[in-house]
């Protein structure tokens, strides 16, 4: 695995593969894995296609948020009942509270909330998302595996 990754490359490919396809979600894995060398099948990216538009739809948990806690889960959570979770909570809550700073909420039908589905609005809503997510995600990454 990479402990210094090219951050403006890795958010270009989220942003490229959201535009041909990927949910927010996806986008941001595949992106981080690919660049960060983590090794995930792409069952890591099925596992979030699950959280689109929302969760399911509903508008929920954005898909976004989801990704990224699944990547700081993949690397600082714990593989054993008995390990301590503390240090990957904390990075969770931390980028939960930027996101949450960035967009206001964390709620995908509150961040899209007047955009049609498929529309441009939404779309380039959903990749500024992408963008922010990716960033602020692999800044975190890099601090926490580059640490003495």
Do not use: W
């Not at 099948?41 to 990224?68: E, P, T, Y």
């Not at 909570?89 to 931390?94: A, D, G, P």
Request: hydrophobic letters at 35%.
């Amino acid at each position: 695995m990479k402990r210094n990754i090219n951050i403006e490359e890795c958010i270009n490919d989220a942003k490229n593969v959201f535009g041909k396809g990927f949910g927010c979600s996806e986008a941001i894995i595949y992106a981080l894995n690919k660049h960060f060398e983590f090794n995930l099948s792409d069952d890591a990216i099925a596992m979030s296609s699950s959280f689109l538009r929302g969760v399911g739809g509903s508008g929920c948990l954005c898909g976004a948020v989801a990704a990224s806690s699944m990547c700081l889960g993949f690397l600082f959570g714990r593989r054993e009942p008995h390990q301590k979770v503390d240090n990957c909570l904390r990075l969770s809550n931390e980028f939960h509270d930027s996101f949450k700073k960035e967009f206001k909420s964390t709620c995908c039908r509150v961040i899209t909330k007047g955009m049609e589905q498929n529309s441009e609005e939404r779309k380039k809503s959903c990749k500024d998302v992408v963008a922010f997510t990716t960033e602020t995600t692999a800044k975190m990454i890099m601090r926490e595996l580059n640490k003495n």
